[in-house]
């Protein structure tokens, strides 16, 4: 079955600060990746996907995430981070046009 | 604009009732949606997938007939969550995909006293 793993359910950070969030997944066949983000009360949006190709991809807002096969991982990074940033953030995985398997999240607080 | 919208975003309900949550695809049609339920700290998780015009698929220890969902047309999908308890508190989300992405509702965050 498919799994996903977030190792950080909290991170705070001041503004300007580095940010890498871990997700390791499991999954027995050709994977595609994704990572959503949840402002306080709004949808989950879509920060960057991964299908093929290029295995560093680039998201909206400066992020950016590199699947790394051979470590199951699809780990999310942003250079510096701002206020604005402050969300809860999923790691997801799934079988084209099947369901999503999410991770548990990871809540983060930038502060000012 | 939203892709997907979902209503109510917020109901709060008596034990024993039961609450409709609606999903509407807007501008395209959602052949498949997927029904999510997330408890407070943990993850979304799937609670079934419906195909318009057929019977829901439920995932494992998810009760179809306490969470009825119906798919009657390619832009509406509802969930229904009947003889609420308390233990039905969550948030709940409709997702379904475009070319390349998925796309959520806003989530319905349901309260039962």
């Known amino acids: 079955a498919q799994s996903v793993s977030q190792h950080n359910h909290h991170v705070i950070l001041s503004e300007a600060a580095s940010l890498e969030l871990g997700c390791n997944y499991s999954y027995g066949g050709t994977v595609n990746l994704f990572w959503y983000v949840q402002y306080p009360g709004q949808h989950l949006q879509l920060l960057l996907k991964?299908?093929?190709?290029?295995?560093l991809v680039k998201g909206i807002k400066g992020f950016e995430a590199e699947f790394i096969k051979s470590k199951f991982s699809f780990n999310l990074r942003k250079p510096s981070v701002q206020w604005s940033d402050t969300a809860e953030y999923f790691c997801a995985v799934n079988a084209f046009f099947q369901k999503l398997v999410f991770g548990t999240g990871t809540r983060l607080l930038v502060s000012p | 604009g939203a892709v997907v919208s979902q209503h109510p975003s917020r109901v709060i309900c008596k034990s024993g009732t039961s609450v409709k949550i609606e999903c509407r695809s807007l501008?395209?049609?959602?052949?498949?949606m997927f029904w999510y339920r997330q408890f407070p700290k943990q993850s979304l998780m799937l609670m079934a997938t419906s195909n318009e015009g057929s019977k829901a698929t439920y995932e494992q220890g998810v009760e179809k007939d306490k969470f009825l969902i119906n798919h009657a047309s390619l832009t509406l999908s509802t969930l229904t969550v009947t003889s609420a308890h308390p233990e039905d508190s969550s948030f709940y989300i409709c997702s379904t995909w475009g070319n390349t992405e998925a796309f959520f509702g806003q989530g319905t965050r349901l309260t039962v006293v």
């Open positions: 501008d395209f049609q959602a052949t498949t």
């Open positions: 991964y299908f093929s190709g290029d295995p």
